[in-house]
C-alpha cells in the first residue's frame, strides 16, 4: 500500500518567508511525528499528534514554528520567517495498528537563502 | 531528556566482514530501543527493535544486544553486503510515541 508521503520533495525559500511543508500519513495510522534532521545529525523531534489528544510540542524549537493535524489525517508543519539555520530536512513519520514502528517519508529539503 | 550518543560516527568494512555500532542512553526509564537505516534520499527505515525486558534479538543478519544495568545497546550486522552501506540510526525511548536518536553511523562496505 502507499507509504507516507511529503511535498514539496525540495523547497527553496528567501529569509523571512513564510513556508508550509505537507505529511500525508498512512491511512488509517493514528499517530503522526515532525523530525528535522540537519546535516550529519541525527533526528530531532518536533512534534507528535495521537488521536484526537493534544499534540506534544515540546520539541519545537521557537514560536515561528507550528504544525496542524486536520481530520486527523493530513499535517502541516509552517515555519514563519524562516532563518538560515531552519535549512534542513524536515521528515514525517506515521504510526498506527498498535505497531511500534515509525513510518518515514522521505522528506523535504527546506533551503533558506 | 533522554540522551543518545551513537559511536562511531563513521564505519567502512570489507564485504564479507562485521560491523559493529554502539549506543549509550542515559535515561533509565527508556524501555524501547529501534535501529533504523536510512539510505541516501529516503526516510528512515526500521530495521531491527529490542525491549529492555530482552537481552539480544536477532533477524538473520542482523542482531541488537542491550545491556540495561549499563544503559548500552548495540547493533551487529554480519556477513556485509554491498546494500548494507547506509546510514543507521540507534533510538531510545521511554515509551513508544517519542524516541530520542543518536547522531548516526555512515556506513560504507568496500567491495
Known amino acids: 500500500g502507499a507509504g507516507v508521503s511529503q511535498s514539496p520533495s525540495n523547497k527553496v525559500t528567501e529569509k523571512g518567508k513564510d513556508v508550509e511543508l505537507r505529511c500525508d500519513p498512512i491511512?488509517?495510522?493514528?499517530?503522526l511525528y515532525w523530525y528535522r534532521q540537519s546535516l550529519g545529525q541525527g533526528l530531532e523531534f518536533l512534534i507528535y499528534f495521537q488521536g484526537n489528544s493534544a499534540p506534544d510540542k515540546s520539541g519545537l524549537p521557537s514560536d515561528r514554528f507550528s504544525a496542524e493535524r486536520t481530520g486527523g489525517s493530513v499535517s502541516t508543519l509552517t515555519i514563519q520567517r524562516t532563518q538560515q539555520e531552519d535549512s534542513a530536512v524536515y521528515l514525517c513519520?506515521?504510526?498506527?495498528?498498535?505497531?511500534?514502528?515509525?513510518?518515514f517519508g522521505p522528506g523535504t529539503r527546506l533551503t533558506v537563502t | 531528556g533522554e540522551n543518545v550518543e551513537q559511536h562511531p560516527s563513521t564505519l567502512s568494512v570489507q564485504e564479507g566482514d562485521s560491523a559493529v555500532i554502539k549506543c549509550t542512553y542515559s535515561d533509565s526509564a527508556s524501555n524501547y530501543f529501534p535501529w533504523y537505516k536510512q539510505e541516501l534520499g529516503k526516510g528512515p527505515q526500521l530495521i531491527i527493535d529490542?525491549?529492555?525486558?530482552?537481552g539480544e534479538k536477532k533477524d538473520q543478519r542482523i542482531a541488537v544486544t542491550l545491556n540495561k544495568t549499563a544503559k548500552h545497546f548495540s547493533l551487529h550486522i554480519t556477513e556485509t553486503q554491498p546494500e548494507d552501506s547506509a546510514v543507521y540510526f540507534c533510538a531510545a525511548g521511554a515509551n513508544d510515541y517519542k524516541l530520542s536518536f543518536g547522531a548516526g553511523t555512515t556506513v560504507t562496505v568496500r567491495a
Open positions: 513519520a506515521s504510526r498506527g495498528g498498535g505497531s511500534n514502528e515509525q513510518y
Open positions: 491511512s488509517g495510522h493514528t499517530a
Open positions: 529490542i525491549r529492555s525486558n530482552v
